[in-house]
């Protein structure tokens, strides 16, 4: 009997002390937070921020996510969420947060794969699920990861000369991180017949061609070479990937 009294006490003194397992309480250590994420792209951030429940409602294989229409199955997943995910400039965005209800958070993510906006929405959504600590973790792989791009790109730049760029406006962000000179930037409306003369003059080495919002060959006749470089991560939901995916593209016609 004394044996037990004294094992109990143990365990009262090892709970007081927080030597017990994790609580929905720790900051750090959120119980069950379900996540419904619009796009895989609101997906990664929310994966990069430390959610371990995330649902997607938009697949990844859709090239134009912004312009999916959801069918009431699709919505389907919102139904016990959270937190749900979506982007203002989502065409759906109106019937995700009328499936959420009122039981779920609703949140609007702020989509643009400049570094300045991943690190600042990763600790947004870290701060929102509780797990600051799993997204400062992540932003160290990030930060790596941009560096590991820059190094893979700059040693492919020809002569070491940095190779000018005409870029679709909404991936300008990979010329920045390479360190490629952006010269002129298009879109996202499709180039018109004087734009085209303008920016063919500026004698461009590579085309930044938004993949999820391409209209084909950018600059007709011209001797750059189009580069494809995508926003969205895959069913992955690897944001990280993205930017690896783009150096990979920007690294072989820098080479070709």
């Given at each position: 009997m004394k044996i037990k009294l004294v094992v109990l006490g143990a365990v009262l003194a090892l709970t007081a002390c927080g030597g017990g397992a994790p609580t929905a309480a720790t900051p750090d250590a959120p119980a069950g937070r379900k996540v419904v994420a619009a796009t895989a792209w609101e997906a990664a951030l929310a994966r990069a921020a430390g959610a371990t429940d995330v649902k997607v409602v938009v697949p990844a294989t859709v090239a134009h996510a912004a312009d999916y229409d959801p069918k009431p199955s699709d919505l389907a997943a919102v139904a016990?969420?959270?937190?749900v995910l979506y982007a203002e400039f989502e065409g759906f965005a109106g019937k995700l947060k009328e499936a959420a209800g009122g039981s779920a958070k609703v949140e609007a993510v702020k989509l643009e794969n400049a570094p300045d906006v991943v690190r600042a929405e990763v600790l947004r959504?870290?701060?929102?699920l509780g797990t600051t600590a799993a997204a400062q973790e992540w932003l160290k792989k990030f930060d790596t990861t941009?560096?590991?791009?820059k190094t893979q790109?700059?040693?492919a730049f020809p002569g070491g000369r940095?190779?000018?760029?005409?870029s679709q406006a909404f991936v300008a962000y990979m010329a920045a991180i390479t360190g490629a000179e952006v010269v002129g930037t298009f879109g996202p409306q499709p180039v018109t017949p004087g734009q085209l003369a303008e920016l063919s003059g500026k004698q461009p080495d590579l085309v930044f061609d938004n993949v999820h919002m391409s209209t084909g060959t950018v600059l007709p006749g011209?001797?750059?070479?189009?580069v494809k470089i995508v926003n969205y991560p895959g069913e992955d939901l690897d944001l990280l990937g993205v930017f690896k995916t783009n150096a990979e593209e920007i690294t072989r016609a820098l080479k070709a």
């Open positions: 016990g969420a959270d937190l959504l870290g701060g929102l941009l560096a590991d791009v790109v700059g040693g940095a190779p000018k760029v005409v011209s001797s750059a070479k189009q």
